[in-house]
């Protein structure tokens, strides 16, 4: 197998494995809600069928270039081959640390504080199993500083999208030029050689043209049904608009993979619970999100000395 071979399919086996994830995850419902919170959920849920469709086309390319029976042939093993150079730093590495280090800080932070690289060495002897009693269950972290540590990764390293991106591509979107996803299915060309599945595009017309079209095949109607028909197609012009491009990728995968992953979580009771029947009775409190920023400048004993402040009491 070639090197690019070997790279797609092991992205493969990658976004196989996170999409079967997302699956279970989802599938638990409340209990899953309960951890990353209703709205972290919520965008999961969205994501789902996003990485469903990129599973499929990549699943096509892998079968249209007969990998899975190349890796049989040469017993190659996707899930164990790491093929990147440990000399050059690339964003997924990049990403990797953000990954790392936002759960670490994660698990400092949390009640009771708890180490995640001796939980990731756990997992990687056997000392810890999927079996085993969740970890994220042992520590709590309350949703606003779950949001608020997760945040601030997303910003460190680069991962925030600017709201002037979204505006100008969607005014440049009515205009010419555009284009919108298209599926090409696979083909057998006039050599006899098969072309797999692919994404391909499909220009759009101007939108004022599209508006000229709605007012001539329309003429007839009255003007509240031909406003109607022209909102309709402007809220698809920038559904489509949304569908083709993909400005937050990064940052939505980032809070898929926090909340997929061992993060604490934001339930309480449940961390009590786990305690209480290990014969440990423990107390949670809040730190106050007012002061976030301050106790991460100036380290956890900071103490608001402003009078006048109403939000320096613990939150219980």
């Keep these: 197998m070639e090197g690019f071979e070997k790279r797609l399919l092991n992205g493969y086996y990658i976004l196989w494995q996170n999409v079967d994830a997302l699956e279970i995850s989802l599938e638990k419902g409340d209990e899953f809600k309960e951890k ?24 096509q390319r892998v079968n249209g270039l007969n990998l899975m029976e190349k890796a049989r ?19 997924t590495k990049v990403l990797q640390k953000a990954h790392d280090d936002c759960m670490r800080e994660m698990y400092a932070k949390s009640q009771p504080v708890g ?37 601030k990764y997303v910003d460190a390293y680069g991962m925030k999208e600017k709201w002037s991106d979204y505006v100008d591509t969607v005014k440049e979107y009515f205009g010419d030029g555009v284009s919108k996803d298209k599926y090409i299915e696979a083909y ?33 109607e009255d003007t509240e049904d031909i406003s109607q028909k022209i909102y ?36 309480k009771d449940v961390v009590k619970k786990y305690w209480k029947e290990h014969g440990v009775e423990i107390e949670i409190e809040d730190r106050d999100p007012n002061h976030f920023w301050e106790k991460d400048a100036y380290g956890d004993d900071y103490e608001c000395d402003d009078e006048y402040c109403d939000n320096c009491e613990v939150i219980q």
């Excluded at 990353?36 to 699943?59: C, S, W, Y």
């Excluded at 072309?195 to 079209?213: A, C, M, Q, T």
Aim: proline content about 2%; charged content about 35%; overall charge negative.
């Design 115 to 151: 180490d995640y690289d001796e939980y990731v060495r756990q997992y990687q002897t056997g000392e810890l199993t999927d079996d085993d009693e969740r970890v994220y269950n042992r520590h709590y972290l309350s949703r606003e500083e779950y949001e608020y540590i997760l945040d």
């Design 36 to 59: 990353v919170g209703e709205i972290q959920f919520n965008l999961m849920a969205e994501q789902l069928p996003l990485m469903k469709r990129l599973k499929d086309v990549i699943e």
């Design 73 to 91: 042939i040469e017993g190659y093993n996707a899930w164990e081959n790491d093929f990147s150079d440990d000399k050059i730093l690339d964003r």
């Design 232 to 267: 309709d197609a402007i809220m698809e012009r920038i559904e489509t608009c949304k569908n083709f491009y993909r400005f937050d990728r990064e940052e939505s995968g980032f809070h898929v993979s926090i909340g997929l992953g061992a993060s604490p979580t934001c339930n």
């Design 188 to 220: 057998v060309d006039e050599d006899g050689f098969r072309h797999s599945g692919y994404r391909g595009y499909e220009k759009l017309p101007n939108f004022k043209n599209v508006i000229s079209d709605i007012l001539a095949n329309n003429a007839d």
